[in-house]
Structure formats: structure tokens, C-alpha cells
């Protein structure tokens, strides 16, 4: 829909006779509905903004920043965190409980210039890199970042997605327990059957 305006984008969501949206806010599903910093910095654009949706009788049901913050390129870790930070304020001010996106892939180094993905357990040098991966990425990115989505009061769903570290039921649950109950599934069934999952 992002050829489509705002406005327009609403009407055909309520003629389809669906009750809520995901809006996309920036990261790989782009931001042609919600201009993030124009909404951030001014209250009077946020409630006309809300009045559109609401006056069809819509919802917002999340908020859609999927990106790479643990990603080698620094230029667009940085630009995938501060999106996901932004919206997560942006969430809160306007009652969105949801922010989702992915749960991000560093590279195999300090020194790394593309992200890694291990997907096999042997040779040992694999296993040894996921768990450095976890150990200083994942783990202490998203202990931050869920402290603090819980002090705005949102929930982050993290959508399982082949290519990122947190891309199963099993590595969603072992972040979520490494981390904290802000962190759920943003769940897309057709990623579990892609991957053979049962």
C-alpha cells in the first residue's frame, strides 16, 4: 500500500472490512504512512493522525520497524536502532501496544563487515560463534531495548524470519527468557512453513 496516501490506504483497510493496522515506520517496510520525527515532535499532528484511523472505526495493532541494529554496517545499525527507539516513544504517545521487527544478526567479529547467520551446530567453530553472537549482541541489545519498550509500555514482537538469530518458537523463547517479558513473537505463519516446522 505505500503508493497509496494515508487517507487512502484507510479507506480501502476499512472497505475490506478489517478492524485494525500495521503501520510501517521505517527499516525495510519503509514509512509512507507515518512521518516518525513530524509525529514525535508535534501533539496536534499525532491526534489528527489517531483521528483517522479511529474515526473509520480502525485501530492501530502495531507498529512495523523491521531492520538490522546488530548488523556489521554501522550507518544502518544505527539507523535500525534509533527507528526502533523512536517508534517505540511513538507507540506509547499514541497507545499502539505493539512495535515489531527483527531481532537482528551481527556479523562474526568486532571486526566483521557483513552479517553471519550460523544455521549448523559442527564444525565447532559454529557453535562457538552463535554463542558469542548471543553472548555479546543479541543478549545485551535486546536486555536494553526491553527495558526500555517496558518503561514506555509496549510490547515488542520480533518476527521470526530466516537470516536473523531469533528466527524459531525455540530461539524466541530463549531470548524471551535471557531478556524480559516485553519481547513476543510478531508471528508470520508462513515463516514456520518454510522452515519445515511442524
Not at 476499512?14 to 521505517?26: A, F, Q, R
Not at 506509547?92 to 521487527?101: A, D, H, M, R
Not at 531470548?175 to 515463516?191: M, Y
Amino acid at each position: 500500500f505505500s503508493k497509496m496516501s494515508f487517507v487512502d490506504m484507510l479507506d480501502y483497510v476499512k472497505e475490506s472490512g478489517l478492524s485494525t493496522v500495521e503501520i510501517g515506520t521505517g527499516g525495510y517496510p519503509g514509512n509512507a504512512h507515518c512521518p516518525l520525527d513530524e509525529l514525535l515532535e508535534d501533539e496536534q499532528k499525532r491526534n489528527s493522525y489517531l483521528k483517522e484511523v479511529t474515526s473509520r472505526g480502525l485501530s492501530i495493532s502495531a507498529f512495523s520497524c523491521h531492520g538490522n541494529p546488530l548488523t556489521p554496517d554501522k550507518k544502518f545499525a544505527e539507523e535500525s536502532d534509533s527507528i526502533l527507539r523512536k517508534t517505540i516513544q511513538l507507540a506509547s504517545l499514541l497507545g499502539v501496544p505493539v512495535v515489531n521487527t527483527f531481532s537482528g544478526t551481527p556479523g562474526d567479529s568486532e571486526e566483521a563487515k557483513y552479517p553471519n547467520w550460523p544455521t549448523v551446530a559442527w564444525p565447532a567453530e559454529y557453535a562457538d560463534l552463535l554463542e558469542w553472537q548471543w553472548e555479546n549482541k543479541l543478549i545485551p541489545y535486546w536486555k536494553e531495548i526491553g527495558t526500555f519498550a517496558e518503561q514506555h509500555d509496549v510490547k515488542i514482537g520480533i518476527e521470526l524470519h530466516g537470516g536473523f538469530l531469533v528466527h524459531t518458537p525455540y530461539t524466541l523463547l530463549k531470548l524471551r527468557e535471557r531478556t524480559c517479558t516485553a519481547i513476543g513473537a510478531n508471528f508470520d505463519p508462513s515463516h514456520m512453513w518454510w522452515q519445515g516446522i511442524d
